[in-house]
């Protein structure tokens, strides 16, 4: 009888309410920082040095590589003589010391790279495709 009176106990709803409320109630857990919009650089083709994100600001090696820069309003300082340099996107800005005859490619609004040749040679070769866009020999301040 007395073990019929503690299973009745145990199934009633109201026992089951009354376990619940003594139950000291739980804190809620913190909100963790949002991560950093920052994407890791990520090899494309052998030798290309990939860059992404939007609002980034890094400084990297890049010597004997090709750079790809694809994003918006990123600042990158690419030090050691990149063979080549690509940006695309909007509102860029690009430090780099490049390799003499490399290459400098810009496709989008709004983006600035400064170079400076790593030792004496052949003018970089420039193309620029997009509104207000430009670039810039660091020695001098001409834009190209």
Do not use: H
Not at 113 to 124: K, L
């Amino acid at each position: 009888m007395l073990a019929a009176a503690l299973l009745a106990m145990l199934v009633t709803p109201s026992a089951a309410q009354s376990v619940e409320d003594a139950a000291p109630a739980m804190p809620p857990l913190p909100d963790a920082p949002p991560a950093p919009p920052r994407l890791a650089p990520a090899v494309g083709s052998p030798g290309t040095l990939l860059l992404r994100g939007d609002g980034v600001t890094d400084a990297l090696d890049c010597t004997g590589r090709n750079v790809m820069i694809e994003g918006n309003g990123a600042s990158y300082t690419l030090r050691g003589g990149c063979r080549s340099v690509t940006v695309q996107g909007r509102d860029n800005t690009v430090e780099v010391e490049l390799e003499p005859g490399g290459r400098i490619a810009i496709a989008g609004d709004g983006d600035t790279v400064r170079y400076a040749p790593t030792q004496p040679g052949p003018p970089p070769v420039i193309s620029v495709t997009g509104a207000a866009s430009r670039v810039l020999a660091r020695d001098s301040g001409q834009a190209r």
